[in-house]
């Protein structure tokens, strides 16, 4: 069965401060890697996710997440937050393309608040 | 608006009762999902349709859960007999077949007293 880590639950940063959210998975075959967002009072956004290839992934809003494979891992990092990047992160993952559906399983996601 | 809908958005029924969710995914996605989501954890996967067949079901997905996608556009998920363990947001996704990125409803909020 595939499982999700997220270490950090709370993190709360200033503006412009640099970004890194820890995502580790466990399963050993091939995974698809997504970063979801939620902001206050909305639904589950989809900020960048990895299939194949680079796996330095951009996303929106300046996001960019690194899938390294040896470590199980797929963090998430923005060079300078801002204000409005208050919200919770969510790190998911589903087997590949023969895995059932796209079933995600997610991490239990990190609450970003980002001071002014 | 073309994303996923969901009604109703908050619903509070009394234990024992029974509510009925429904979920209007997007248009020409052939998969529709039904997440659970409690107070500080992520979602949970209970169930997933292709077009009009059910073809998962989580183990969290009791009894008294039933879902179903009777013409394979809009989906229902009815708890009978709730218990206060099923207060949850209950989020519905969607997505075309063959694609991995799946889409997310604004969810309904169940609180049972």
């Known amino acids: 069965a595939q499982s999700v880590s997220q270490h950090n639950h709370h993190v709360i940063l200033s503006e412009a401060a640099s970004l890194e959210l820890g995502c580790n998975y466990s399963?050993?075959?091939?995974?698809?890697l997504f970063w979801y967002v939620q902001y206050p009072g909305q639904h589950l956004q989809l900020l960048l996710k990895?299939?194949?290839?680079?796996?330095l992934v951009k996303g929106i809003k300046g996001f960019e997440a690194e899938f390294i494979k040896s470590k199980f891992s797929f963090n998430l990092r923005k060079p300078s937050v801002q204000w409005s990047d208050t919200a919770e992160y969510f790190c998911?993952?589903?087997?590949?393309?023969?895995?059932?559906?796209?079933?995600?399983?997610f991490g239990t996601g990190t609450q970003l608040k980002v001071e002014l | 608006d073309t994303g996923v809908s969901q009604d109703p958005r908050h619903k509070i029924t009394k234990r024992g009762q029974n509510v009925t969710f429904r979920c209007d995914p997007i248009?020409?996605?052939?998969?529709l999902y039904w997440y659970r989501q409690t107070l500080g954890q992520g979602p949970e996967f209970l169930t997933y349709?292709?077009?009009?067949?059910?073809?998962?079901k989580s183990r969290l997905l009791s009894d008294r859960f039933s879902a179903e996608r009777p013409k394979g556009s809009f989906s229902t998920l009815e708890i009978q007999r709730t218990e206060q363990g099923d207060s949850a947001m209950y989020l519905c996704?969607?997505?075309?077949?063959?694609?991995?990125?799946?889409?997310f409803g604004e969810g309904s909020w169940l609180t049972v007293v």
């Open positions: 996704a969607s997505s075309p077949t063959g694609q991995d990125t799946i889409y």
């Open positions: 399963y050993g075959g091939t995974v698809n």
């Open positions: 990895y299939f194949s290839g680079d796996p």
């Open positions: 998911a993952v589903n087997a590949g393309p023969t895995g059932g559906g796209n079933k995600l399983t």
């Open positions: 248009s020409e996605h052939n998969r």
């Open positions: 349709f292709q077009n009009e067949a059910q073809l998962e």
